[in-house]
């Protein structure tokens, strides 16, 4: 894994340009992705998500898949262009991941994946995510609003 970015955000514009910006830079080049996004309840990570979403030109109202743990998108304009957005939080083990039929789309290389809580998942289910991987760390700052976002690059599946 290589670090590729790791910036100070201290306001929503900031992570709308943050967005753009690792849209433009490195997502937009991909013909496929999985982005493992950690960070604690609240770190903004649903926020990210939507925002390079936006940068895709998806226009649909994107949401936390909280509750349905992965909500689907396609790019009207392109519509080969193919997201999930997966929420693992309530996700307990490998089995339960497995009995919801996840696998599919996690291998599936038509469809870039953006995946929050991956420690809900083990190493081995993690690997089997298609196309270049991508981890992006949220952490709190000390004050209100700061966030610092690390993100490493790692080799395509």
Sequence with gaps: MK???DKKILNHQQTQ???KNLYKKYLSQEKNFTIFFEGGLGAGKTYIIREILKNFGITDEITSPTYVYVN????K?????K???FDLYRIKDD??????GFEEIFTNKEINKFVEW?????REIRHLASGTIYFVNVKHGI???LRRIIVHRGESN
Excluded: M, R, V
């Excluded at 304009?77 to 262009?81: A, V």
């Excluded at 991956?118 to 083990?122: E, H």
């Design 3 to 5: 670090k590729i970015l």
């Design 95 to 100: 089995n339960n991941f497995y009995a919801h």
């Design 143 to 145: 004050s209100a609003g």
């Design 77 to 81: 304009e392109n519509p080969s262009q």
């Design 72 to 75: 689907e998108y396609a790019n």
């Design 83 to 85: 997201f999930a957005h």
């Design 118 to 122: 991956p420690d809900k998942i083990s």
């Design 17 to 19: 340009l943050f967005a």
